[in-house]
Antibody
Framework: EVKLVETGGGLVQPGGSVRLTCAASGLVVSDNYISWVRQTPDKGLEWVSIIYYSGSTYYADSVKGRFSVSRDNSKNSVYLQMNSLRLEDTAVYYC????????????WGQGTLVSVSS | DIQMTQSPSTLSASVGDRVTITCRASQNINNWVAWYQQKPGKAPKFLIDKASRLQSGVPSRFSGSGSGTEFILTISSLQPDDFATYYCQQYRSYSTFGQGTKVEI
């Protein structure tokens, strides 16, 4: 059974940083495409970033230069480093498995809430 | 950016009803559309890709159609478990989601 578990969310001040972790079981992250998708009541669902099995990474324009995705194969985990956080980054962040790099997502974690507020 | 516009935003229906949700793309995206179902407090569930390909385990009462700029999700006979919010997604150019359609009683 595939399971993705996100941790690391919480309250952070504008301009601050936070690192999210996506711990996977039932799949090997280095053999898969793993994305981060966020959701807010106002803007809905928004794809944020992807890391390919090859290690290539891509970002939405809204986070490019501020967020960074990486992985630790030994821990079978993917990370989202979020720097220079803005109020509009407040969202529930999901990690999700993308079967083929198409940016469609068949397995999702339960999500972790990041609140950016002073 | 490709915009996806869903209608209606909210839909009131009863068990057994046939339900259709429309999604319009701001430009031609061929059939690069997926549909998801989301219940409160839960992650989205993947229903359909390539506009009409039902994912494994998804009931056959769900179907998708369309190409180009207009796409439809149909639930042929609404069941109690189907009351949820539905999202379309284009993946022709990166990814954008529609704003969602809440199906309520």
């Amino acid at each position: 059974e595939v399971k993705l578990v996100e941790t690391g969310g919480g309250l952070v001040q504008p301009g601050g940083s936070v690192r999210l972790t996506c711990a996977a079981s039932g799949l090997v992250v280095s053999d898969n495409y793993i994305s981060w998708v966020r959701q807010t009541p106002d803007k809905g669902l928004e794809w944020v970033s992807i890391i390919y099995y090859s290690g290539s990474t891509y970002y939405a324009d809204s986070v490019k230069g501020r967020f960074s995705v990486s992985r630790d194969n030994s821990k079978n985990s993917v990370y989202l480093q979020m720097n220079s956080l803005r109020l509009e980054d407040t969202a529930v962040y999901y990690c999700a498995r993308d079967r083929n790099g198409s940016l469609t997502f068949d397995y999702w974690g339960q999500g972790t809430l990041v609140s950016v507020s002073s | 950016d490709i915009q996806m516009t869903q209608s209606p935003s909210t839909l009131s229906a009863s068990v057994g009803d046939r339900v259709t949700i429309t999604c319009r793309a701001s430009q031609n995206i061929n059939n690069w559309v997926a549909w998801y179902q989301q219940k409160p407090g839960k992650a989205p569930k993947f229903l359909i890709d390539k506009a009409s390909r039902l994912q494994s385990g998804v009931p056959s009462r769900f179907s998708g159609s369309g190409s180009g700029t207009e796409f439809i999700l149909t639930i042929s006979s609404l069941q109690p478990d189907d009351f949820a919010t539905y999202y379309c997604q284009q993946y022709r150019s990166y990814s954008t989601f529609g704003q969602g359609t809440k199906v309520e009683i």
